[in-house]
């Protein structure tokens, strides 16, 4: 059992910066993936950037060079530093956990098995 819990989601202008946390705690072996997803109101949840337990990362088109997923093994801790932050990146951001070793499904849904609560991001013009 995984139990992801995020933080640091804010309000922030455009152009801006965060960096997400994501402490997930439990079975190492149920945490092979880890990922950020996103959802807006009224759209679907999207994969942003996944990371693999060896490291390997793979990102969406619309935040790959702008966005960076990391993680500390040893603080059981996920992160996502976001930068030129857009408001079209508002939305509610979730943290995943999951045992595959799959790099091709990094940014979906149904990769994880453990979801996080979500924490708000919201970036204005």
């Known amino acids: 059992q995984v139990t992801p819990a995020e933080s640091g989601g804010r309000s922030v202008q455009s152009g801006g910066s965060l960096r997400l946390s994501c402490a997930a705690s439990?079975?190492?072996?149920?945490?092979?993936?880890m990922g950020w997803f996103r959802q807006a109101p009224g759209k679907e949840r999207e994969g942003v950037a996944g990371i693999l337990r060896d490291g390997r990362t793979k990102y969406a088109d619309s935040v790959a060079g702008r966005f960076t997923i990391s993680q500390d093994s040893a603080q059981n801790t996920l992160y996502l530093e976001m930068n030129s932050l857009k408001p079209e990146d508002t939305a509610m951001y979730y943290c995943?956990?999951?045992?595959?070793?799959?790099?091709?499904?990094?940014?979906?849904?149904?990769?994880?098995?453990?979801w996080g609560q979500g924490t708000q991001v919201t970036v204005s013009s």
């Open positions: 439990g079975y190492t072996g149920s945490r092979d993936s």
């Open positions: 995943a956990a999951g045992s595959s070793m799959s790099y091709w499904y990094l940014l979906l849904t149904t990769n994880y098995n453990y």
